[in-house]
């Protein structure tokens, strides 16, 4: 029996490797530390999804094609300095505006809701554009402007916020419309918002919920308030998908009952169990640990972003930077609390993990920005 001690040749084309593979990742402006971390919450996500969705290799092939999808959007994305993202920002805006206009005028319905335009070739929701269009705007609108910001200038970015806010709240959207607001919202904390302000805005939030609550609010989503208060209430209506995901995160243990051993989610008990509930099959069958090992992923993700945003080189570009990727830090809160029964059922998806293409390429595309920049910004210090 013969053992074979590796070389210095084997370590030397280990090195040529690691060498090329940076080089490419230079030539294309991606950042590896955060391509991985993308890719490894992509991978746990079809995981989970494969035994989520009940084996189905239609499913999980659709969503691995999705990927891949958003992977080429990352690519190309990339590939756009700063400088033309920020000239381009308006118009991406308007662009926006003018396709939930059409939303709203000619949009499919489906489930009660308005939310999608069908192009024949491609279906798809224009809010999600906004995801990545009003912090863009913000950021834009902030660029050239005396920081932190004054009265004026707040009053115009909040314009620029609560007019797709309230176009996609009318759908009704409420997560999605969540979550344009707290994009736009990134952007003036991060600017700097002054104490006062800050103090003014809590106050006329407190006293803008009776308003919202009585005449904004539609039915089931006021039923969603109250049932998160107390799920017991209709535990057989709105309160069942809050009780089901909560039986099934605590049945999970802290090792979970095994990959495709979970009850709730393989005998149907937990709804939406692929898209918006996809977190309590984590629990259910990988227990705490799973959950932990997910969150820390979410947070090299989030890191890294962060790092990312304190190197960029002008106001637009660290705006931009820290509030996409503090608006993934929330998409993960937000879905995670909804299902463990801490935040109300708003129907945010657990991101790059939930099955869907439209918001995994929505998120695909903020990653190609965060690369756009830090890819810039060595060149700038070179």
Known sequence: MRTEIAGPGHSSRAQRTFTLTGRLLDALHIDGPLLLSVLAVCAVGLIVLYSAAGEDVRIFLGQAARVGLGLGVLTIVAQIPPRVMRIGAPFLYGVGLLLLIAVAVVGDVAMGAQRWLDLGFIRFQPSEIMKIAVPLCCAWYLHERPLPPDFTTLVIVALIVLVPTLLIAEQPDLGTALLVTAGGGLVILLAGLQLRYILGLGALIAGAIPVVWKFLLH????????????????????????????????????????????????????????????????????????????????????????????????????????????????????????????????????????????????????????????????????
């Not at 149907?268 to 959950?291: H, Y």
């Not at 990312?308 to 660290?318: G, K, M, V």
């Not at 993990?353 to 390429?361: A, E």
């Open 219 to 382: 039915d089931y989503q006021r039923q969603r308030v109250l049932t998160f208060l107390n799920p017991q209430n209709d535990p057989l209506g709105a309160g069942y998908h809050t009780i089901q995901s909560q039986i099934a995160i605590g049945s999970g243990g802290i090792f979970g009952k095994g990959f495709m051993n979970g009850s709730q989610a393989q005998l149907e008990f937990l709804p939406e169990r692929s898209t918006d509930f996809i977190f309590a099959v984590i629990g259910e069958e990988w227990g705490l640990v799973g959950c932990i090992v997910l969150m820390a992923l979410y947070l090299l993700v989030i890191g890294r972003g962060l790092y990312i945003a304190t190197q960029a080189q002008d106001t637009f570009t660290r705006l931009t930077a820290g509030s996409l990727t503090l608006l993934f830090s929330v998409y993960a809160f937000v879905n995670s609390g909804m299902v463990a029964g801490l935040l109300p059922v708003v129907g945010v998806p657990l991101p790059l993990v939930s099955y869907g293409g439209t918001s995994l390429v929505t998120l695909m595309a903020g990653f190609g920005i965060l690369m756009a920049v830090h890819s810039r910004r060595k060149l700038v210090s070179t």
